[in-house]
């Protein structure tokens, strides 16, 4: 298998193949070693924009292509059941266009998994997803419908997906993913978000520091169990560098933030700002 998931590739000859595989493990062993993080581009708004007037711009395939020019290590959409911004069409574009991860969030439904077999991005994210939520609100409850999760997350690898599931920071949903399967786990940073912004946007706030530690210890837990540790949600780039510097992490799934931001600066200079922050904390 692949190590490294940071390149989409079209494999033309044997040869071509082997040598972009080497180059692949290269890169992943490089970043691992490096302790650097990699960045996933959330481009769910960019298709927002675009169906709030049901034309056909702003293109979420074009946001895709300036996010990899910034320097996006992978880009994410979410495919949600209501379809209230990515479309399936977004996703069969995307996945021919993305060169890098692509990252497909979605429901553990099975529309969904029939869906994600089909187009075959390099991973799924499991995700809770309720019709009347501005955004994800919570982890995914692992934990109380392990049996369930366990036959979708082995569908989903049958398909040859990388499986990860979007979980609350708690030993229960990291012991519960590590029994269902899950290739990693991404966790929810929205709590430590809401005590960066409930505390006067300081780091060192005892809230803030409890949330960092709860992170960073179920971070540990997930290594142990031999998954990825990812994390994301509600990051922003004055609250990134103390999840960025956390042991053994490999990813950060950003999106509202970066697509922010890009409205003033553009997609490019956005991803390569937040790519520059996450870069310095993670090596540091
Ligand atoms: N990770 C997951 C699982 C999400 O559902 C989202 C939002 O779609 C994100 C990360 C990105 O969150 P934000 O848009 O707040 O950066």
Redesign the pocket.
């Known amino acids: 298998m692949i190590e490294s998931t940071s390149c989409r590739l079209r494999l033309t000859t044997p040869l071509h193949g082997w040598v972009a595989k080497q180059s692949l493990v290269f890169v992943g062993v490089y970043r691992r070693c490096s302790g650097m993080v990699e960045l996933g581009v ?1 481009i ?2 960019v298709a927002t924009v675009r169906q709030a007037r049901r034309t056909f711009e702003p293109d979420p395939t074009w946001a895709a292509v300036e996010a990899q020019l910034g320097g996006a290590d992978a880009i ?1 959409v ?1 495919l949600r059941e209501d379809r209230r911004h990515i479309q399936d069409r977004d996703l069969t574009r995307l996945a021919e266009l993305v060169q890098v991860k692509l990252n497909l ?1 979605m429901a553990a439904t099975d529309e969904m998994v029939l869906i994600a077999g089909d187009v075959k991005p390099q991973m799924a ?1 499991l ?1 809770p997803e309720g019709r009347q939520e501005i ?2 609100e919570g982890g995914l409850d692992v934990a109380a419908q392990r049996q369930r999760l366990a036959g979708v997350v082995s569908r989903l690898k049958e398909a040859g997906l990388l499986v990860s599931g ?1 979980i609350d920071a708690e030993e229960a949903q990291v012991e519960a993913a590590a029994a269902c399967g899950f290739d990693a786990c ?1 966790l929810h940073t929205g709590p430590y978000a809401g005590a960066v912004w409930d505390n006067g946007r300081r780091h060192d706030h005892p809230a803030v520091e409890a949330e960092v530690a709860r992170i960073h210890r179920a971070g540990q837990l997930i290594l142990a169990a031999g998954m990825r540790f990812n994390a ?4 922003t780039y004055a609250n990134v560098p103390p999840i960025a510097r956390l042991r053994g992490l490999r990813e950060l ?5 970066i697509v922010s931001r890009a409205v003033f600066v553009g997609v490019r200079a956005a991803v390569a700002e937040m790519k520059r922050l996450i870069r310095e904390a993670s090596t540091s």
């Open positions: 959330n769910d708004h994410t979410h969030e994210t995700v955004t994800t979007f991404e994301g949600h509600a990051l799934h950003i999106g509202h933030s």
